[in-house]
């Protein structure tokens, strides 16, 4: 079975653990979403502001496309140059990038870690005759790290400072999970000033770390702060965002149409859709009801 087929029979399983096992008050959002009784609405709306936001980093904070396609065609460059294979439309492939458009869709790149990315890529070389030993060689010197935190590709989607500080003068905590390295990741947040904002950051190259879909990160984070995940709020741009809460039995979920995710990406597994995180305080208050969108949401 190739990577992406088990990515996506791992988050299938999680997901499918997880429905079963939703605890009542998830299944109350449930019923509210369907609009099938106005007593569980009434519940539902009563003390639901949350006491903890996870944010995913790229797509949902940060613009996903400046950053990650300059490094996608310079590291597909790299990969051609290294192997002598003309390859680079199936690195594209790979990584879920459309050269056409310029764009990171929905996959690998917008959901993997970067020790996913680099495995997968050494599978395709080898699937291409390179051996196994140098197929490592290559992507070892190819792959770099992206500039996460160069000035040149990050651009916040909204104000970071005013959302931040706006929920720290409500008394929400606030963390970061994300795909992306702890260098990358402490550097972006230095570079825009949220350093000390940020109660708690998880990335994809820290030790027991798993990747999203899994409930680790999420329940980790939870239990570092001393928070139940059914007052924590999950936001992210991707299907493994979204399958995180859920599998981790959280008490709620954001979908955001400012990264790689479309509205019918992901809107079987949201609660909230919004176009970006600057429409996220009120459903953090607990102001918006369960199925509230500023984006379409087909419920
Ligand atoms: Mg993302």
């Known amino acids: 079975m190739g990577f992406s087929r088990r990515l996506v029979a791992v988050a299938s399983g999680l997901l499918h653990n997880a429905a079963a096992a939703r605890p009542a008050s998830q299944q109350m959002y449930a ?37 990650w396609v300059p490094w996608t065609l310079e590291t597909a460059k790299r990969i051609e140059e290294h192997s002598s294979l003309a390859i680079s439309d199936k690195i594209f492939k790979l990584l879920g990038f459309c050269p056409h458009q310029q764009k990171v869709r929905p996959g690998l790149l917008a959901e993997g870690t970067m020790a996913q990315i680099r495995q997968s890529i050494v599978e395709l070389l080898t699937d291409h005759g390179v051996e196994v030993i140098n197929a490592h060689k290559i992507v070892s010197d190819a792959v770099l790290e992206c500039k996460t935190h160069s000035k040149h590709t990050l651009k ?39 350093n000390t904002m940020v109660d708690r950051v998880v990335c994809g190259d820290d030790e027991g770390a798993m990747p999203k879909p899994h409930p680790r990160n999420a329940l980790a984070i939870c239990a570092d702060l001393g928070i139940s995940p059914e007052q924590t709020l999950m936001v992210g741009d991707t ?20 990264g790689v995710g479309e509205h019918h990406d992901l809107h079987h597994l949201a609660d909230h859709m919004v ?25």
């Open 239 to 258: 299907v493994a965002d979204l399958g995180m809460a859920r599998s981790a039995n959280l008490g709620g979920s954001v979908a955001v149409l400012s």
């Open 275 to 299: 176009d970006h995180v600057g429409d996220l305080m009120p459903i953090v208050l607990g102001a918006a009801k369960i199925g509230s969108s500023s984006a379409p949401l087909n419920l």
């Open 31 to 67: 019923c509210s979403r369907l609009g099938s009784s106005a007593a569980l609405r009434q519940l539902n709306e009563k003390n639901d502001k949350k006491s903890l936001v996870i944010f995913d980093k790229d797509g949902t904070l940060i613009c996903f496309h400046s950053m």
């Open 156 to 194: 916040e989607i909204h104000d970071l400072q005013k959302l931040f500080g706006d929920l720290k003068r409500h008394g929400v905590k606030i963390a970061i999970c994300t795909a992306d390295s702890r260098i990358g990741t402490m550097g972006m947040l230095e570079s825009l000033g949220l």
